[in-house]
């Protein structure tokens, strides 16, 4: 099953798919073959733990799905200690990695740095790779739905330091959690951010 792009509402999963599902993984799923703001009610309103829509041209109605919304980029990243340990931050009663909104003309690698800088008080950090892109819709405080793309980076720092949160953004904690050791995360977080951790698990598995 070729999924072109997945979009997360909370913990809930919008897949793109080129081809139908087979029977049994429909069950949960509401499945639609046109993106329109009314169909998007309907699933946010419903039940439902998924939403997929079928397209011979997946890429298109993704496109299509887009404009239903306010699109916002950001950047941040998954920081390792030199002990193999990774960062995590608690805002808004979940665990999540350090994000934010990207400025105007800033290089997306700049950004990354400056938010995971600006929320953990974490220096020398040093980009290794880049990593998955995530989508997530939300409503924001002023009633207006958006579409968050968000560019993430696995970093490293050279040295083990004690990470400050960013109380002015709503962040209580900053924390360095063992990767093999993240069920009070996976179990308090957002979709895409459980979807890009078990990336990372796997990645690490492979290297």
Known sequence: MDITYAVFFDQRKISFLSE????????????????????????????????????????RLFRQFATMFQYVEAAGGLVSDPAG???FIFRRDRWDLP???????EPVRDAAIREVTEECGIE????LHPLPQT??????????WALKKTHWYYMQTKTCCQ?????????????????????DVMQNTYGNIKELLRF??????QA
């Open 85 to 87: 340990y990774w960062l």
């Open 200 to 205: 990372c698990q796997q990645f690490k598995k």
């Open 163 to 183: 990470a400050e949160p960013q109380v002015s953004e709503g962040i209580t904690r900053a924390e360095w959690k063992h990767p093999d050791h993240l069920a």
């Open 124 to 127: 020398r950090l040093e980009i």
């Open 135 to 144: 989508y997530h819709v939300y409503e924001t405080q002023n009633g207006v």
């Open 99 to 105: 994000k934010g909104m990207m400025e105007q003309n």
């Open 20 to 59: 139908p599902l087979r029977p049994a993984a429909c069950r949960g799923t509401l499945i639609k073959e046109s993106a329109n703001w009314e169909d998007f009610e309907e699933f946010i309103r419903s039940d439902k733990t998924s939403l997929a829509y079928v397209s011979k041209d997946p890429a």
